[in-house]
C-alpha cells in the first residue's frame, strides 16, 4: 500500500506553501478529528493561474483551463489540511468537497469543472479520496479567480 505522500511524488508533486489568508480567517482549522479547510485559489507562487469568468466566450476563462484551476487550488487546499493535520499522511479520509465556479451567464457545466479538484483528490489518496462533493455556479469569487476549493478531512488522532 502506498501513502499519499507518495503518490504524490510518483504524480511529480510537491505541496506548496499554505497560502496566506486574504481576510481574518485561517486556512484550515482542525476540530477533534476533522479538518476544514478555507476556500483555497488557484495560486502558484502567489499569483493565479487564470482569473476571469469560465464559460464559452471568447473573453472567458475556458473549461479546460478552470478544470486546470481546480486542480491547483485543490492542492493548495490539500496542502492546507495536510498543515492542520500534522502531515500529509495524517489525512485518513477526505469527506467532501465544495467547488465554487465563476461562471458566464448561461454557463452549466461546473461539475465538469470541479472534476479536475476531485480528480486530484482521488489520485493522491486512492479509494481514501472518495468524497461527498457540491460544485456550485457563482457571480464571482475573490480577486477574480475563476474557482475556488474547500476540503473536509478526516485526521488520525
Do not use: W
Not at 484550515?28 to 476533522?34: N, T
Not at 483555497?40 to 469560465?54: C, K, R
Amino acid at each position: 500500500m502506498t501513502t499519499a505522500t507518495e503518490r504524490l511524488a510518483k504524480l511529480g508533486l510537491e505541496l506548496p506553501a499554505v497560502a496566506t489568508p486574504l481576510g481574518v480567517y485561517v486556512p484550515a482549522l482542525r476540530h477533534g478529528d476533522m479538518v476544514y479547510t478555507s476556500g483555497q485559489l488557484p495560486l502558484v507562487e502567489g499569483d493565479l493561474l487564470a482569473t476571469g469568468l469560465v464559460g464559452h466566450r471568447e473573453e472567458d476563462v475556458t473549461p479546460e483551463r478552470a478544470n486546470e484551476c481546480a486542480r491547483v487550488a485543490a492542492l493548495n487546499a490539500i496542502a492546507a489540511a495536510a498543515d492542520a493535520s500534522g502531515g500529509l499522511d495524517n489525512i485518513v479520509r477526505v469527506i467532501r468537497v465544495t467547488g465554487f465556479v465563476a461562471s458566464a451567464p448561461g454557463f452549466t457545466a461546473q461539475p465538469a469543472v470541479i472534476n479536475g479538484a476531485s480528480a486530484l483528490i482521488g489520485e493522491v489518496f486512492g479509494d481514501a479520496g472518495r468524497h461527498a462533493r457540491s460544485a456550485v455556479g457563482v457571480a464571482s469569487l475573490p480577486v477574480g479567480a475563476p474557482v475556488e476549493v474547500e476540503l473536509t478531512v478526516a485526521v488520525a488522532n
